[in-house]
T-cell receptor, first 114, second 113 residues
Framework: NAGVTQTPKFQVLKTGQSMTLQCAQD?????MSWYRQDPGMGLRLIHY???????DQGEVPNGYNVSRSTTEDFPLRLLSAAPSQTSVYFC?????????????FGAGSRLTVL | GESVGLHLPTLSVQEGDNSIINCAYSNSASDYFIWYKQESGKGPQFIIDIRSNMDKRQGQRVTVLLNKTVKHLSLQIAATQPGDSAVYFCAEKGETSGSRLTFGEGTQLTVNP
């Protein structure tokens, strides 16, 4: 099993550019989510999905879009990048059955917006 | 060595010593707690979890203690090794927060040989 795979690992954008961070998992997890990690602020939830066709906002959703067309994939889109979106982004997944709380994280995608 | 609070402190210990990393949480309705380890340049990895109906749970070289009275969680690492050097995060999940985990800011553990 590859687990949770994120691409790209590094990306530099100019303000106003758009891009998509890719996330794929091969564990048949229903739940998938995106976090951003900033110094001194821990992990903050951006968007999450409890299954294909279902998405919802987390703590910091502004400036980001998501979709969930398949169980395996959960891309994160930045439509018009801003310097405030410079961060490390983590995708995470887990099962949704009772008692399944442990998230499996990807290796992260470091984004710099100039 | 010990650390306190949700801000990112640094804890430095000698190899072979026991480490204690502390975490205070604010939601008295939280019913599930989890510790993650994050090595430099990697994603967080699950270490151990505990439900609110327990006050102690042990794993391999790690123990989590939960004190619901004072809303305090700690991670004890026995015989700390250089490979334990990482940032450690606690996270909590409340009864009413659905599927969301709320993460603390982390503690940087440095193990000196």
């Amino acid at each position: 099993n590859a687990g949770v795979t994120q691409t790209p690992k590094f990306q530099v954008l100019k303000t106003g550019q758009s891009m998509t961070l890719q996330c794929a998992q091969d564990m048949n997890h229903e739940y998938m989510s995106w976090y951003r990690q900033d110094p001194g602020m821990g992990l903050r939830l951006i968007h999450y999905s409890v299954g294909a066709g279902i998405t919802d906002q987390g703590e910091v959703p502004n400036g980001y879009n998501v979709s969930r067309s398949t169980t395996e994939d959960f891309p994160l889109r930045l439509l018009s990048a801003a310097p405030s979106q410079t961060s490390v982004y983590f995708c995470a997944s887990r099962r949704t059955d009772s008692g399944a709380n442990v998230l499996t994280f990807g290796a992260g995608s470091r984004l710099t917006v100039l | 060595g010990e650390s306190v609070g949700l801000h990112l402190p640094t804890l430095s210990v000698q190899e072979g010593d026991n480490s204690i990393i502390n975490c205070a949480y604010s939601n008295s309705a939280s019913d599930y707690f989890i510790w993650y380890k994050q090595e430099s340049g990697k994603g967080p990895q699950f270490i151990i979890d505990i439900r609110s109906n327990m006050d102690k749970r042990q794993g391999q070289r790690v123990t989590v203690l939960l004190n619901k009275t004072v809303k305090h969680l700690s991670l004890q690492i026995a015989a700390t090794q250089p490979g334990d050097s990482a940032v450690y995060f606690c996270a909590e999940k409340g009864e009413t927060s659905g599927s969301r985990l709320t993460f603390g800011e982390g503690t940087q553990l440095t193990v000196n040989p």
